[in-house]
């Protein structure tokens, strides 16, 4: 039984050859392995550069939905705002060297 309002795959109405060779000119993971430094032979994930065992779409919920949460000091938010007082010091600290050099 077929759906006229779903599309065909690209291998849907060929014989078998030609879907296997659809399948094998699919792209790769990019990823290697440690130990024998071969890369991964398994298809990537569609728009990633790499599969499903290594990290395509992979990860946990941000902020407090993530059962790791514990307080907030490493969150995208928190390290920004630790980024910006850093680059404030170190502004602070080069007016303040210039005017110690203006002095002296």
């Not at 990823?31 to 946990?60: E, I, Y």
């Not at 630790?82 to 680059?87: F, G, N, T, Y």
């Amino acid at each position: 039984m077929t759906r006229p309002h779903m599309h065909k795959p690209a291998w849907q109405g060929t014989d078998w050859r030609k879907a296997m060779d659809l399948a094998h000119s699919a792209p790769r993971c990019t990823a290697r392995c440690k130990h024998s430094k071969l890369p991964c032979k398994a298809p990537a994930v569609k728009q990633w550069t790499v599969c499903r065992k290594h990290g395509a779409r992979g990860g946990g919920p941000m902020g407090e939905r993530n059962g790791a949460y514990r307080h907030g000091r490493c969150t995208i938010e928190a390290k920004a705002l630790e980024a910006a007082a850093r680059a404030e010091r170190r502004e602070t600290m080069a007016l303040v060297t210039a005017l110690l050099k203006s002095l002296a």
